[in-house]
C-alpha cells in the first residue's frame, strides 16, 4: 500500500512528468551536452541491480537520514531523523525505501546520539526489518536529553544485532567499500588504498574550540563504489575535522560531500572541505536550522565545486548564501519532503535529481 508520504515523494514528479516528457525532450534534442536530462525518479529506473550505487538525502527537516543503496540491492541507513510528527521521518524512510525498490535495510548507521539523527530509531524498526545497527559505543554526552536519546535507542534495538565501530573499521556491503574514519572522537590515520598527502590548507586553519558533545563523536564514512567517493561526517565538529585532515589528508578527494553538521559554521573547516576538494555538496539543512552563511561560503568557494545542493532554503539567511531555487528541494514556501536522489556510476559520473521539479543533472566523470 501506498503510504502518504511515498505520495508525496512521487505524486508531484507524475504530474509534473507529462508536461516536462515533451519539453525534455525537446531540450536534449539541441542540448545533448548541457548536462540536464530527463527526471530519473520513475519506477522504470528504480530497481536495484542495474550497476548503480543510489543515495537518497531524505528531507528530515534539519536532522539527517541518507539511504544509500548499492547495486546488489543491499543498503546503508546512515541516521534516522527525528521521533514524532506522526512519524513522518519513517514514513520520508519508506518513501525513499520504495523507490529504491528494496523492503529491509541491511545496515543503520547511527552517526551520535542527538536527536535529530537517532530519534527516529523506534518508530523506523517498528515499520521495517533492520540486519544491524552500528554506532560509536555509549553516549559520551553529559546532558539529559541526549542521556535519554541513549535510553530509548539502546531499549528500542534490544533484540537487534548492535556493533560498535572504530575507525578503520569497515561496513560490507557488495559493490561498496565503507570505512569508518571517525568514531567516538578518535580519527584514521590512513585508508587502505589512499596514500595521506601533505594538507596545504592546514597552515591558514585557525584555532577550533574543544566540543565537550556528541557531535565530536560523531562516526563518519568514506565510500567508495569503483572511482566514485562519498563523504558522509555526521555532526562532526571543526577541531575534529582538522585532526582529521592535518597535517596529512587521509582521504584524498572525492565526488560527493554531504555538507557536515547540516551547514552548521561549528563545522566544514576550510582544512577539510578544500582538502577533500568535492565536486558536487549535498546540504542538508532545515528551513530554520543549520545553513549558516560562513558555512554555506566556505563549501560553496571550495575550489573544484560545481554545485551546492540544499535541501531547503536557509530561510535565515540572504539570498547570496542560498543556492539558485533549481538546487533547492524544498524552497521557502512550496512544502517540504522533497528529496535529492544521487545516482552514481562505477566510472565515477553521477546525477543528482531534485525530487520536487524532478530534474536531473549530470556530472561527467572526471
Ligand atoms: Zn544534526
Same mark, same amino acid.
Given at each position: ?15 509534473? @512528468? ?14 545533448? +551536452? ?36 548499492? #547495486? ?48 527516529? /530509531? ?89 566540543? #565537550? ?8 564514512? +568514506? /565510500? ?8 558522509? +561526517? ?7 575535522? /582538522? ?6 589528508? #587521509? ?53 573544484? +565545486? ?5 535541501? @531547503? ?29 544521487? /545516482? ?23
Amino acid at each position: 500500500m501506498k503510504t502518504a508520504a511515498h505520495e508525496r515523494l512521487q505524486s508531484p514528479l507524475r504530474r509534473r @512528468h507529462a508536461r516536462q516528457v515533451f519539453a525534455f525532450t525537446a531540450l536534449l534534442a539541441v542540448c545533448a +551536452l548541457c548536462g540536464i536530462s530527463a527526471p530519473q525518479f520513475s519506477r522504470a529506473q528504480a530497481a536495484p541491480s542495474t550497476g548503480q550505487l543510489r543515495i537518497y538525502s531524505i528531507d528530515v527537516e534539519g536532522g539527517q537520514s541518507t539511504l544509500l543503496v548499492a #547495486p546488489s540491492g543491499e543498503s546503508l541507513l546512515v541516521d534516522t531523523g527525528w521521533p514524532g510528527n506522526n512519524g513522518r521521518d519513517a514514513e520520508r524512510i519508506l518513501a525513499a525505501m520504495h523507490d529504491a525498490g528494496i523492503k529491509r535495510i541491511d545496515h543503520v548507521l547511527i552517526t551520535h546520539f542527538h536527536t535529530d539523527h537517532v530519534g527516529g /530509531v523506534p518508530e523506523l524498526i517498528a515499520k521495517i526489518e533492520v540486519g544491524e545497527f552500528l554506532d560509536h559505543g555509549e553516549n559520551r554526552e553529559d546532558a539529559a536529553d541526549t542521556r535519554n536519546n541513549y535510553a530509548i535507542y539502546v531499549k528500542a534495538i534490544a533484540g537487534h544485532q548492535r556493533r560498535i565501530v572504530h575507525p578503520g573499521d569497515t561496513i560490507p556491503i557488495d559493490g561498496l567499500s565503507v570505512v569508518v574514519l571517525t568514531a567516538d572522537g578518535e580519527h584514521i590515520g590512513a585508508v587502505p588504498g589512499i596514500t595521506p598527502t601533505p594538507n596545504p590548507w592546514c597552515a591558514s586553519e585557525h584555532a577550533w574550540a574543544d566540543d #565537550p558533545t556528541e557531535n565530536s563523536r560523531s562516526a563518519g564514512i +568514506l /565510500v567508495t563504489f569503483g572511482k566514485f567517493k562519498f563523504l558522509d +561526517l555526521g555532526d562532526l565538529t571543526g577541531k575534529k575535522e /582538522v585532526a582529521l585532515v592535518c597535517p596529512n589528508n #587521509p582521504i584524498g578527494t572525492i565526488d560527493l560531500y554531504l555538507v557536515t553538521h547540516h551547514g552548521m559554521d561549528w563545522s566544514n573547516s576550510r582544512a577539510i572541505v578544500n582538502a577533500v576538494h568535492p565536486r558536487v555538496a549535498i546540504m542538508n539543512n532545515g528551513a530554520h536550522k543549520a545553513g549558516k552563511p560562513e558555512a554555506w561560503q566556505i563549501v560553496h568557494d571550495s575550489p573544484g +565545486l560545481i554545485d551546492l545542493w540544499q535541501l @531547503h532554503t536557509a530561510e535565515d539567511a540572504d539570498a547570496a548564501h542560498n543556492s539558485p531555487e533549481g538546487l533547492i528541494a524544498n524552497p521557502k514556501g512550496d512544502g517540504d519532503g522533497h528529496a535529492m536522489t544521487v /545516482v552514481a556510476l562505477p566510472d565515477g559520473s553521477f546525477s543528482v535529481t531534485n525530487t520536487r521539479t524532478g530534474q536531473t543533472k549530470q556530472y561527467p566523470r572526471n
